[in-house]
Nanobody
Framework: QVQPVESGGGLVQAGGSLRLSCAASGGTFSWYVVGWFRQATGKEREFVAGISRSGAGTYYADSVKGRFTISGDSAKNTVYLQMNTLKPEDTGVYYC?????????????????WGQGTQVTVSS
């Protein structure tokens, strides 16, 4: 089974950019859809973006549409989340998750495989 491993979080000023990476450890993302979720302190984990197995289908939360881009590199077995024009409300722990479904679910409970998370902090 695949184990997602995130990297790339950090501290950035509002308006800045970060790129998160999610590498597949112990397997390949070829048979999985991948989703990015985030959780702010005291709030529920929420869907940010998802990508289909082929990479042809990408899906976004309304709050990040036009600012974030999810993409995959099959050769590197890695999924990326490019985050531009960051806002303080984007602050939280970002998680990468994988599921063996046809399309990336927006509900975190449908993902069985999770990374450890990476902190993103956007200062105003």
């Amino acid at each position: 089974q695949v184990q997602p491993v995130e990297s790339g979080g950090g501290l950035v000023q509002a308006g800045g950019s970060l790129r998160l990476s999610c590498a597949a450890s112990g397997g390949t993302f070829s048979w999985y859809v991948v989703g990015w979720f985030r959780q702010a302190t005291g709030k529920e984990r929420e869907f940010v973006a998802g990508i289909s197995r082929s990479g042809a289908g990408t899906y976004y939360a309304d709050s990040v549409k036009g600012r974030f881009t999810i993409s995959g590199d099959s050769a590197k077995n890695t999924v990326y989340l490019q985050m531009n024009t960051l806002k303080p409300e984007d602050t939280g722990v970002y998680y990468c998750a994988a599921a063996e479904t046809l399309f990336p679910p927006r509900s975190w409970s449908q993902y069985p495989y999770w990374g450890q998370g990476t902190q993103v902090t956007v200062s105003s």
